[in-house]
């Protein structure tokens, strides 16, 4: 049982370069979100989406853009990279009930240079 | 503006004594709680979730309070061991907007043999 799985797992870009961030979970969750976190920071929410066909901001949206592309698949957008979107990334889903837990993927490591 | 502060970003105890997490926050009303562990190259993974109407939760040395007119849940680990040793997040939901998870900073935990 794979859970949630996230694509690629390291990425070096270039200021200006723009890439996509996957993740799929087999789950069959309605709720999948995308976190970044960074030093002293904790887990800061960019977007989220409650079913599919719907997303909505979260706490650090700029700069990012979503696609949930199906109710497996939920990508993470970067247009232009800028060096302090250098972060870990976290795609999540969570269980279908008000109280559901997040289940995570192993992150994906991103530097922007 | 909403924040949630978990209260020291690092925190070092005796194997087998007691260790006492804390997560404090202001201008949220939740309707439930969640706690997670984080190892490090590691997402978080889903320990405990108390609701507004608990006081008190219970998972084998688990413990968490929850305690909505102070505004803060206290996390406990009685009985530590080095294996504890992680960084531990709590999790906000609020009943209106539930589909949104806001985390706290974290709390790294070094359990010292």
């Known amino acids: 049982n794979a859970g949630v799985t996230q694509t690629p797992k390291f990425q070096v870009l270039k200021t200006g370069q723009s890439m996509t961030l996957q993740c799929a979970q087999d789950?069959?969750?309605?709720?999948m979100y995308w976190y970044r976190q960074d030093p002293g920071m904790g887990l800061r929410l960019i977007y989220y989406?409650?079913?599919?066909?719907?997303?909505d901001k979260g706490e650090v949206p700029n700069g990012y853009n979503v696609s949930r592309l199906n109710k497996r698949e939920f990508s993470l957008r970067l247009e232009s990279a800028a060096p302090s979107q250098t972060s870990v990334y976290f795609c999540?889903?969570?269980?279908?009930?008000?109280?559901?837990?997040?289940?995570f993927g192993e992150g994906s490591r991103l530097t922007v240079l | 503006s909403q924040k949630i502060e978990q209260n020291s970003e690092a925190l070092n105890i005796q194997e087998g004594k007691t260790a006492t997490l804390t997560c404090n926050y202001t201008?949220?009303?939740?309707?439930?709680l969640q706690w997670y562990r984080q190892d490090p190259g590691r997402g978080p993974v889903f320990l405990l979730l108390?609701?507004?109407?608990?006081k008190e939760k219970r998972k084998e040395r688990l413990k968490v309070t929850f305690d909505t007119t102070l505004k803060q849940s206290l996390f406990h680990i009685t009985a530590s061991q080095p294996a504890d040793s992680a960084t531990y997040l709590c999790?906000?939901?609020?009943?209106?907007?539930?589909?949104?998870?806001?985390f706290g900073t974290g709390t790294k935990l070094q359990v010292i043999p």
């Open positions: 108390i609701r507004e109407n608990e």
């Open positions: 789950m069959n969750h309605n709720s």
């Open positions: 999540a889903s969570r269980a279908d009930r008000a109280d559901g837990e997040l289940f």
């Open positions: 989406s409650a079913s599919e066909g719907t997303t």
């Open positions: 999790a906000l939901l609020t009943s209106g907007g539930y589909q949104k998870v806001t």
């Open positions: 201008n949220y009303s939740p309707a439930y």
